[in-house]
């Protein structure tokens, strides 16, 4: 049961990841990358921090750690691993990929993306001493086929690795800083307060996103209309996705948990179809049940 659990955590999780897919794409029409991100986790850290001081709070934290006593005291290294997870996914990653997807192409982003698994897969086995038996490969092999059909509309042949080589790397390296934040996050999931954890990390990556804008003197103006969106992808993507993922990684480890990240694509068409009104066909449909068959194949085999 608590594997179970685990794995409707990151899938929720995944679902919150994939409504932000729609919503960025209508935000990013009115106003710039950075300024989405920083006022996105900054309202998250706030919400976030509300909750925390809600009646609420202990109803929450009491159904998070139901059968297993988080630990109360954060350690010194602890603070530096949040700092380190912050940076990490909110300021160097999305930077990173911003930048290679204006060097290559969609396609090509979409590929490299996925190879924040392997990298999951490796630090996890090298950090934790964690692994994914043979068979298991199978149904990684089979979400992140599912993710590219996706991603790409499976018009592989669009891929040229060879060209943009610069841009590729870019977003291989965005890649990699997404894995390391998945991968650390799982000593911060021991906590028993998960709820000020993501609170933190989100206040942290919305304040140096913040610096950075205000650094490059752009401007903090956006019209008022995309406040709903700002909202829905701050409460949902990031704040009560940090805290799903956090617990997932508590149940089931950092190497199934990036082994599902797959997902996020399929919710994401999904909701650009119910939002954008954009195709969702039988290459869709396709997608999702192969993914659907990598989850129950992850799933039976790690019980």
Known sequence: MKRLWGYVSVIL???FFGLSAPLNKIMVGEMSPILIGALTYLIAGIFLFLIRQSPLKNFILDVLNHGKDGEVFIKPSDYLILVVTAVSSSAIAPLLFLRGLSETSAVNSALLLNIEVFFIILMGLIIFGESLKLKDLLGVLLLIIGALSIATNGEFHHITLTQNIRGNLL???AAFFWSLDTVLSKFLSRK?????I???KSFIG????MCILLSLNMSLRFPLRMLPFLFSVSIFSIGFAFILIYFAL?????????????LSSLFGAIFAFLI?????GGLQ???AFIMILGIFILYQNNR
């Open 13 to 15: 999780a995944t679902v």
């Open 206 to 209: 919305g304040l140096i996103l």
């Open 171 to 173: 977003v291989i390296g």
């Open 276 to 280: 954008l009104g954009e195709p969702f």
């Open 250 to 262: 508590r149940q089931i480890g950092s190497t199934e948990v990036g082994s599902l990240f797959p």
């Open 198 to 200: 993501s609170a933190i």
């Open 285 to 287: 449909i396709f997608s």
């Open 192 to 196: 028993r307060d998960l709820i000020w």
